[in-house]
């Protein structure tokens, strides 16, 4: 078994054995990060990555955690505007790092850092990753990269301009049954892909209490007209894309791997059908997205009934994959040991009368076998640790992980044009100006 809290494990066995746990013999070739962990490039002995970590709210916390038990990072800056946020997180450096309350000037004072890690709301995230990048630092950003894809797209042009690493926070490109999983597709397990169905079901209201205070003693009243709108940021459209960026973006990118290319049209209908509490984002949304072989994906997310949880369920003339599951079923699964007797029994003769009648139709009624494992082993992770892991490596190595930064610049415009579809109630094409060209 893969375990991801084993102290004595190093960082570079880890890797290791998370590509041939992936069963990445065909992935290696195309993916720069798995090749990384081949060892294709030397890492510098002895040097940790001086991190600076820009946003320590609950994503944030979790990232620290994990960066804290990675021997080969050094958190040593942590900022954020919210005092309650940066005083935990000082805490929790035990006196190793330095507080900042505004991201500027941890750029200005700490000159000495190797990379930025961004957790903060999504209409921060371009503003940050960009004055990051000029100054010098390699960047991860959680996803979604941001509010606008004109925003997403001077990320990515910044990163070209200055040569650095920009990596945008998808797990699932780290994870070793998901990698397994396209490699098996890639492989023709469940033949031509020919539909995708992903789904993300909650139950609750997301809203977070707000504590007393007055927003302007530690943030800008032009942005933030309240307590409210700070801490629930999620629900406004000033600064989030509610579902579509924090959800929806995470099952795009899969659905853009697997499919080897972006949507070029996209419909969907969004609805505030149940938290009638003045939120302003929807908490039901429901998506198509074409793509130019004629394969579609459908997406539907809502905040008011967790039965079906999420999955992304991948469909071919072959098979079927459910990905979070990590199961997969044949369409043609052998026959069992009772039925090929029958079938022997038949072919001899043995039965004097063979019915010719029947019913015309046979109804298709869902599958009910268990399905096979996509991977056997058992990963005690969801790909945080193993993208951080990735991040810090690419950081001593010198790796760009570009193919990952195309990943998660289509997977965040994708989330964004479906946006867009549906508060337009139109059918939303990619624009040309927002296709990437000639990324080295």
Not at 11 to 16: A, C, Q
Not at 118 to 143: M, N, R, S, W, Y
């Amino acid at each position: 078994m893969l375990n991801v809290e084993e102290k004595t494990t190093t960082r570079r066995d880890f890797l290791k054995k998370t590509a041939m746990v992936a069963g990445s013999t065909m992935l290696a070739s195309q993916l720069s990060w798995l090749r990384s962990y081949a060892g294709e490039k030397k890492e510098k002995k002895g040097e940790k990555v001086k991190i600076g970590l820009v946003g320590i709210g609950s994503r944030g916390h979790l990232l620290y955690l994990h960066l804290l038990d990675i021997p080969d990072a050094e958190v040593v800056a942590v900022c954020d505007i919210y005092p309650p946020h940066l005083e935990r997180a000082l805490q929790m450096s035990q006196g190793k790092a330095k507080g900042f309350s505004e991201h500027r000037r941890m750029l200005d004072e700490m000159k000495d850092l190797d990379a930025v890690v961004i957790a903060t709301p999504l209409h921060t995230h371009a503003t940050i990753t960009i004055d990051a990048l000029q100054a010098g630092k390699k960047v991860f950003c959680e996803k979604s990269m941001a509010k606008e894809p004109e925003d997403a797209l001077k990320m990515v042009n910044t990163a070209i301009e200055t040569g650095l690493l920009l990596q945008i926070g998808h797990q699932r490109m780290f994870h070793p049954r998901y990698l397994r999983a396209f490699e098996l597709i890639r492989h023709g397990q469940l033949g031509p892909v020919t539909q995708i169905r992903a789904y993300w079901h909650r139950n609750g209201d997301w809203r977070r209490n707000v504590p007393r205070g007055n927003v302007a003693d530690f943030a800008d009243p032009a942005m933030y007209p309240d307590m409210e709108h700070f801490i629930n940021w999620r629900l406004y459209r000033a600064y989030s894309r509610g579902l579509m960026t924090e959800l929806a973006s995470h099952q795009l990118q899969v659905a853009n791997y697997i499919l080897g290319s972006y949507p070029t049209e996209i419909m969907g209908a969004g609805s505030i059908n149940h938290w009638k509490d003045g939120r302003e984002v929807y908490d039901n949304v429901n998506l198509v997205y074409a793509y130019p072989n004629g394969t579609q994906v459908i997406y539907d997310s809502m905040t008011s009934n967790k039965h079906y949880g999420l999955e992304e369920q991948v469909m071919g003339p072959k098979g079927t994959m459910e990905l979070e599951a990590g199961l997969m079923w044949s369409e043609t699964p052998p026959p069992a040991p009772g039925i090929l007797q029958l079938i022997n029994n038949i072919e001899h003769a043995i039965f004097d009368n063979i019915p010719l009648g029947g019913a015309s139709w046979i109804p298709d009624t869902p599958v009910k076998d268990e399905g096979t494992p996509i991977l056997d082993e058992k990963i005690d992770d969801d790909g945080t640790r193993l993208e951080l892991e990735g991040f810090v490596h690419a950081a001593r190595t010198g790796e760009l992980y570009r193919d990952l930064l195309v990943q998660g610049y289509y997977a965040t415009v994708a989330a964004l044009l479906g946006w867009e579809a549906m508060v337009t109630g139109k059918v939303v094409t990619m624009p040309d100006e927002l296709v990437l060209r000639n990324i080295q």
